[in-house]
C-alpha cells in the first residue's frame, strides 16, 4: 500500500482560486494556476504552502476549482483579497512524494490513481488537500469512504 489512512480534522486554505479543467495524468500545465502561484508566493502568508481542490466531478475533461494558498488557523488569518477554502474533518488516505515539479506530482497522482483501480480507496470528493513539507516534497490528502469499522471501502463497493 503506498499511502496510509489518517483521520484529519478541518483544515482551512486562504489563497487565489483558479477555475481549470481537470487533466488527465501527464498534462500538468496551466497558464492560470502558474501566475496564481506567482501571486501568492510574492505576498506575506499566514501560514505553510498548501492548495485544495474543490467543487469538483471524478470525470476527466471536467472542470474543478483549485485553491493555491497556505494553510491558516481562522478565517482572520487570511491575507485581504483571499478566498478561503474549507476542508472537512474525516477519513483521508494520505499520498507523499519527494521530487522534483512536475515528476513529483505525476508520482502523486499515479499513486492515487492506482488505489481507486486496484479498490483500495473510494474518493468522497468532498475536497483534496495538497501540503507541502518543503520545496521538493508533497503530501497530499485524499478523502474516503469507510465501512462501519472506520476501514477503507473498496471503489467496487466491498466492504474491506
Known amino acids: 500500500m503506498g499511502f496510509e489512512i489518517i483521520e484529519r480534522g478541518e483544515t482551512l486554505v486562504a489563497g487565489l482560486p483558479v477555475r481549470s479543467p481537470q487533466r488527465a495524468l501527464g498534462k500538468l500545465s496551466d497558464p492560470r494556476l502558474d501566475r496564481a502561484w506567482t501571486r501568492v508566493l510574492h505576498h506575506e502568508v499566514g501560514g505553510p504552502l498548501a492548495s485544495t481542490y474543490i467543487d469538483f466531478a471524478p470525470d476527466v475533461e471536467s472542470y474543478y476549482t483549485q485553491i493555491v494558498g497556505y494553510e491558516c488557523a481562522t478565517v482572520d488569518d487570511a491575507t485581504r ?63 474516503i469512504h469507510v465501512d462501519e469499522s472506520g476501514m477503507p471501502s473498496s471503489a467496487m463497493g466491498e466492504k474491506r
Not at 492506482?114 to 490528502?141: C, M, S
Open 81 to 143: 483579497g483571499h478566498v478561503i477554502s474549507r476542508i472537512p474533518p474525516g477519513t483521508y488516505a494520505k499520498f507523499s512524494s519527494r521530487g522534483m515539479f512536475p515528476d513529483v506530482m505525476l508520482r502523486l497522482w499515479a499513486q492515487v490513481s492506482e488505489a481507486e483501480t486496484n479498490g483500495d480507496i473510494e474518493r468522497t470528493y468532498t475536497g483534496d488537500l495538497e501540503a507541502y513539507p518543503h520545496a521538493y516534497a508533497v503530501d497530499l490528502y485524499i478523502p
